[in-house]
């Protein structure tokens, strides 16, 4: 920071022995040296946040760079997703079209009618199982000879 040499120390200390005198030198050395110290950190912490301060701005500039990139990328993404989704769908569409095409005159009934049928009542829940049938012919009072067994009747 400055520049002294040995001559330039040893003439200001003669001027201070000089002007300050014997008693008080020692004491106006020591107040000195503590305020040269206050200095030299003062100086020290300012550097510390000049270099701060120029490392967060680059670490700025690095997020707003990274920021900009993944808008960049999200977009292209977001086009070639919207792309591919019009492609699926007119695939989609001109797929339809053949199938229709080639069912109408083969069938002569629409396809969506083909793959969506309506709903007809289901014939097998009309009729009765033979299950159902069987209990129905079977006649409801048999007569104790035929009804199972209770707990008085294996007690005897």
């Known amino acids: 920071m400055f520049d002294f040499g040995i001559s330039e120390l040893m ?18 050395a020591r107040t000195l040296g503590h305020l040269f110290g206050r200095m030299q950190r003062y100086v020290t912490e300012i550097k510390a946040d000049i270099s701060r301060e120029v490392e967060l701005d680059e670490l700025r500039k690095l997020q707003a760079s990274m920021k900009e990139a993944a808008q960049e990328i999200e977009e292209s993404v977001s ?8 492609e699926v769908k007119q695939a989609e569409s001109e797929t339809r079209k053949s199938v229709e095409e080639a069912v109408q005159p083969a069938a002569g009934i ?12 289901d014939e097998a829940a009309t009729k009765p199982t033979t299950e159902q049938s069987e209990a129905e012919r079977a006649p409801t009072d048999a007569g104790p000879e035929s009804a199972p067994p209770t707990k008085t009747d294996k007690q005897a």
């Open 11 to 28: 003439v200001i200390a003669v001027v201070g022995l000089i002007v300050i005198g014997p008693e008080r030198l020692p004491r106006v």
């Open 79 to 86: 086009k070639q997703v919207n792309f591919i989704e019009d």
């Open 110 to 121: 629409n396809l969506m009618h083909s793959l969506n049928p309506p709903d007809y009542p």
